[in-house]
């Protein structure tokens, strides 16, 4: 009765068709879209990486050279390559010419990257052996290594010293005119001091400048700043050198600075109508010598004064040529503004700017041939052009250049 029953309230079985049985699945070739809830329109879309346009990195100005291709004047930047060649040799001769005996420990020269000029975390006395003929090491008694001057470099310094002695009225006659040309008429000794390579001025100059009592004097400032004061003004000195190449040549004079005057188009100028239009900008020249310090500081003789100042500054370096540091370091005796790169670079006539755009260099043209060859050089230059001849040399090199003294 049971099994009655279940077949009664079940129903019957279904019946299985023997080729659904024996063949598989069908499926269907084209898949059913997938139906979502909600809607993705919202979602950004991920370009992969392998189809993303590669950009360009932007080269650093650390490392980007201020002059394009065509406008690179070779000479002037291996000029400034050598600078940084022999950076070792003039920051080490400056450190070790002032320590006792002109000798420094090894040790204490490997912790004295900056002050001795050699990269960071390099040995030191890589550098050293780099000069064989400038420097030498030495094993003293104490069984420590030394490193000083060699016997052939202590005699140019000597001849170095009387260089120095020979110029020092040249060399005072140009603080003086710096002196004029700052804003107050005085300068902190600080920076004159720092400077002293560019315009050679001796070491010792802070010490000097009581033989000039009418020229100088020296006061404290509030914070306890030491500044040298100009005390008397000479009119004699108060002539750039633009004003005095203006009396000889005229016309090199108007061509140095370009100082263009906006005109429309419809005006239909021709070269020689532009060039005597800018001449109204041009000149008059505004003396460096004047007190640039009122002038508003966008206005064209406020400019005119600040590439007048620089052009001066130049002229009294012993080189006719600075780097951004210097140029920096006189940015508020002689009102000039962050601006001096682009103004620099809007003179290409008078002025090169040579290096990287964070660390440049600006020439004066006119001082050098074609060649980049300084036409009228200084002691001071011949002197400086001679150590470095001798500082390549390595066929003079004595045995390993240590020796033992007691």
Not at 223 to 240: C, F, I, T, Y
Not at 369 to 393: C, H, I, R, S, T
Request: include cysteine.
């Amino acid at each position: 009765m049971a099994w009655w029953w279940r077949r009664f309230t079940l129903g019957p079985k279904p019946k299985v068709s023997l080729c659904k049985t024996l063949l598989p699945p069908i499926i269907s070739s084209t898949p059913k879209p997938l139906i979502s809830s909600f809607s993705t329109s919202f979602l950004p879309t991920k370009t992969p990486k392998k189809h993303k346009k590669k950009s360009k990195n932007k080269e650093s100005p650390r490392t980007k050279l201020v002059q394009s291709e065509p406008n690179r004047l070779p000479h002037f930047e291996l000029l400034v390559q050598r600078d940084s060649f022999f950076r070792f040799l003039t920051r080490s001769k400056d450190f070790l010419s002032k320590q006792p005996d002109h000798v420094l420990r090894l040790d204490d020269a490997g912790k004295l990257h900056r002050e001795l000029g050699f990269p960071r975390g390099r040995k030191v006395l890589r550098s050293i052996q780099r000069h064989p003929l400038i420097f030498e090491t030495y094993r003293h008694t104490d069984r420590k290594m030394w490193f000083g001057f060699t016997e052939f470099m202590e005699d140019l310094l000597e001849e170095e010293k009387s260089i120095m002695e020979s110029m020092e009225t040249e060399r005072f006659t140009t603080v003086r005119k710096l002196l004029m040309m700052s804003a107050k008429k005085r300068i902190p000794l600080s920076k004159i001091h720092h400077c002293r390579a560019l315009f050679g001025i001796p070491d010792d100059f802070r010490d000097r400048v009581s033989k000039y009592p009418n020229y100088f004097k020296i006061g404290v400032e509030d914070d306890g700043k030491r500044v040298l004061e100009l005390v008397n003004w000479d009119p004699v000195l108060a002539v750039s050198a633009l004003e005095r190449d203006f009396m000889i040549d005229e016309d090199r004079v108007k061509k140095a600075f370009k100082f263009p005057v906006k005109h429309g188009k419809d005006l239909d100028l021709d070269v020689d109508d532009v060039r005597k239009l800018n001449l109204l900008n041009t000149l008059p020249l505004v003396s460096p010598y004047s007190d640039g310090s009122g002038l508003d500081l966008w206005t064209l003789q406020a400019e005119k004064y600040r590439v007048g100042v620089l052009h001066e500054f130049l002229n009294l370096t012993l080189e006719k040529r600075a780097s951004i540091h210097h140029i920096v370091e006189f940015k508020e005796e002689f009102s000039l503004t962050k601006h001096a790169y682009q103004m620099l670079l809007k003179q290409p006539r008078t002025f090169y700017l040579a290096g990287t755009e964070m660390n440049w260099a600006v020439f004066l043209k006119d001082a050098y041939d074609e060649n980049g060859v300084l036409m009228n050089k200084d002691p001071q230059v011949v002197f400086n052009e001679k150590l470095y001849k001798y500082a390549e040399m390595q066929d003079m090199e004595s045995d390993s250049g240590i020796r033992n003294k007691r």
